[in-house]
């Protein structure tokens, strides 16, 4: 149960604006020309009320038909997003307090163009869906870095690809306020879940994790029966709650003097729920048997049965999937669409699913804009 990531102080809260650019990705024309469907993209800061406080930075990936009404939508800056004047005493950027820079003011002022371009497809959100909607959303969490764009760049074809499923599946991909730090980052999924139930009443989720963000995505849903399903590409071993025999508050750790027992233990003690977990063979970051005892444990304490899972190894891959992002990034489409209950015909499949909305050649540089190569996080 031995990994290779080592710590680093946990580094300064990012701004959304850094991420200008990587709202959507290079080739999403193809799935608009194949659906004749275009959804729409929110950049938000969400505020996390915690001991830390701050607000953690992400892309909300919503349905063309997900508002009700022809009346403007609440601001964006109003609702979830810091001030110009918060940025100045909370330093939202990178670059630490202070006003943006040269550089994040001209990303921020592209990023108003694209958001004002959309406007005309802005109706307000409808805060409580109708019975029959399936009320599902996704949140898509990095690894020990933080980031927007996941492993291999997953995360920007995969939300656009489940807004367009169906009905469309609100999509949330997420940043953290302080990668590394385990605890922080199950708060940040958690104000995910929050934001996206008081604006848009979505109550059921399906969190998907790659690497750290894997055991985030397990620990934050735990016992909260608002999740219908965890995948993790790559996952550490989360450690929601106190071991069996021991005393205090748990935390989330892939804990190198972790035993195999105690591993048993940790995935035993989460209650089953649909679980997916994909994983490279030759991968040097975290070990596949990681992944093989939380396949082999989950869900099984109390006696029950081993929950619904699966687990997909992929021979002579890396951490992030590299010589199977294509494959991976489909089997988490469809896996977050059945825990949804939104059905994926034959021609969803090959015009929605296995599109291909960024090619071979453009996954490394994305990742790296999209702060997924951060230190301590890696590709092999």
Known sequence: MAARLVSHPAPKPHSIYEY??????????????????SGVVESLSIGVDDEDD?????????????????????????????????????????????????????????????????????????????????????????????????????????????????????????????????????????????????????????LVGWSLGGAVALSAAADDPRVVGCAAVASQMPLPVPLPGTEGEGTLALDLALTDADADA???????????????????????????RLFDAYGTRDGAGAGDRALEIFEGDNHALSGNAERAEELLCEFVARCAGVRVGPREREDVVAAELVEGGERHALMERGGDLRQPERED
């Open 266 to 292: 940790v995935a035993a003690c989460l209650p089953p729920r649909p679980l997916l977990l994909l994983h490279g063979s030759d991968d040097s970051t975290v070990g596949v048997e990681c992944s093989r």
């Open 54 to 206: 701050g607000y953690v930075p992400g892309f909300l990936h919503l349905p063309p038909d997900i508002f009700t009404t022809d009346a403007p939508p609440p601001s964006a800056a109003a609702v979830s997003t810091k001030s110009s004047d918060q940025e100045e005493e909370g330093g939202g950027g990178g670059g630490g307090p202070g006003a943006p820079t040269a550089e994040q003011t001209s990303q921020q002022q592209e990023q108003q163009q694209q958001e004002q371009q959309q406007q005309q497809h802005y109706q307000r959100p409808a805060t409580a869906q109708p019975p029959h909607h399936h009320r599902t959303a996704a949140i898509l969490l990095s690894g020990a870095g933080g980031g927007v764009t996941g492993p291999s760049s997953m995360y920007l074809s995969l939300a656009c690809k489940l807004a367009t499923l169906g009905r469309g599946i609100p999509t949330l991909r997420l940043d953290y306020r302080a990668a590394g730090r385990r605890e922080s980052c199950a708060a940040d999924a958690r104000a995910g879940m929050a934001y996206l139930r008081d604006l848009y009443g979505l109550d059921r989720f399906v």
């Open 20 to 37: 200008a650019g990587l709202a959507r990705p290079p080739h999403l024309g193809r799935l608009e020309r194949a659906t004749h469907k």
